[in-house]
């Protein structure tokens, strides 16, 4: 099983940034990613971060309208994934939840993993 912790979240203006964090104990995910959920909406894809098989690097997904702006990383010796999120808009403002899976599924979609931060809550004011 894989267990996740996330941190960073908060409350900024239009344009700051945010480094979001999720600790993962437990198993290592073979695939790490970011969704949020803003009230009334659906949960969405934000970004994924995939290790190479071998670990000698990763792969990594964008939902469009945050590529640019938004950048996920992993250390793979703390066994956490970043978020950095730069040039904050208030459509940013959601619950920001850290997933995980080892085995990949569907990169895009919830149903593709199995493990789940608490969430963070991230507010953007214009």
């Known amino acids: 099983q894989v267990q996740l912790v996330e941190s960073g979240g908060g409350l900024v203006q239009a344009g700051d940034s945010l480094r979001l964090s999720c600790a993962a104990s437990?198993?290592?995910?073979?695939?790490m990613a970011w969704f949020r959920q803003a009230p009334g909406k659906e949960r969405e894809f934000v970004a994924a971060?995939?290790?190479?098989?071998?670990?000698?690097?990763?792969?990594?997904y964008y939902e469009d309208s945050v590529k640019g702006r938004f950048t996920i990383s992993r250390d793979n010796a703390k066994n956490t994934v970043y978020l950095q999120m730069n040039s904050l808009e208030p459509d940013d403002t959601a619950v920001y939840y850290c997933?995980?899976?080892?085995?990949?599924?569907?990169?895009?979609?919830?149903?593709?993993?199995?493990?789940w931060g608490q969430g963070t809550q991230v507010t953007v004011s214009s």
């Open positions: 971060i995939i290790r190479a098989i071998n670990w000698s690097g990763s792969s990594t």
């Open positions: 437990g198993r290592t995910p073979y695939v």
């Open positions: 997933a995980a899976d080892l085995a990949l599924l569907a990169v895009r979609s919830p149903v593709g993993y199995h493990h």
